[in-house]
């Protein structure tokens, strides 16, 4: 059974470092992998989707990973901003005929000015 | 110009009473989804529609039921919601069923049961 974690569950930065949002999956049979963005309260934001054929994608200041083999993406944030504190949740998409999207529990963070 | 609408914001019933959250999207996506997120949880995938075919996951309970009318409408009916359903609703939209097809959220409605 596919399991998605992500480490840590909360962090608080300083405005201005770089940093680095690890997720994790125990099975490495998946579609694509996305990044979203949720803000307090609010809906999700789509940020990157990385298929199963590719490695990374960029926007912006943003980058993310995904290495099959060892069952891990990263979502790297360049010089971060007090506007970028929300909770950043990884899903993937796992092969088969469920399309259903297997989610892990966010981590929140906090980029103090 | 939000492209998937969802209404209301906030939603209070009370327990047993039905309630119908809304969804509509500008986008002209053939599939809506509906999710359920609780305090610190992450999304759980109610059900989905792909044009008028209708999914539904099977642990949702059967309280849980949808209606899609048109293609920029969906609703969610909690036909007796009791004090677990309260949770943040969001709907959700993709072109098509496929590998690289990002979903496109609605800002949620927060439903309240007292």
């Known amino acids: 059974k596919q399991e998605v974690t992500q480490i840590p569950a909360a962090l608080s930065v300083p405005e201005g470092e770089n940093l680095v949002l690890n997720c994790s999956f125990t099975?490495?049979?998946?579609?694509?992998l996305q990044w979203f963005r949720q803000d307090p309260g609010k809906g999700l934001t789509s940020l990157l989707l990385i298929q199963s054929s590719q490695r990374e994608q960029t926007s912006g200041r943003l980058n993310a990973s995904l290495d099959k083999s060892s069952g891990r993406s990263t979502l790297y944030i360049a010089a971060s901003q007090p506007g970028d504190s929300a909770t950043y949740l990884c899903?993937?998409?796992?092969?088969?005929?469920?399309?259903?999207?297997?989610w892990g529990l966010g981590t929140s963070l906090a980029v103090n000015p | 110009d939000a492209m998937v609408i969802q209404n209301p914001r906030y939603q209070v019933t009370q327990f047993g009473k039905p309630v119908t959250l809304s969804c509509s999207q500008t986008?002209?996506?053939?599939?809506m989804y509906w999710y359920q997120q609780k305090s610190s949880q992450a999304p759980k995938l109610l059900f989905h529609y792909y044009d008028k075919d209708f999914n539904n996951e099977a642990d949702t309970p059967d309280n849980f039921q949808s209606r899609r009318p048109n293609t920029s409408f969906c609703f969610l009916d909690i036909r007796s919601p009791g004090l677990g359903d309260a949770a943040m609703y969001l709907c959700?939209?993709?072109?098509?069923?496929?590998?690289?097809?990002?979903?496109?959220f609605g800002s949620g409605t927060q439903l309240s049961v007292l």
């Open positions: 959700a939209t993709s072109r098509v069923l496929r590998d690289d097809e990002k979903l496109f």
């Open positions: 099975d490495s049979a998946i579609y694509n």
């Open positions: 986008l002209n996506h053939n599939v």
């Open positions: 899903a993937l998409l796992n092969a088969g005929n469920n399309r259903k999207l297997i």
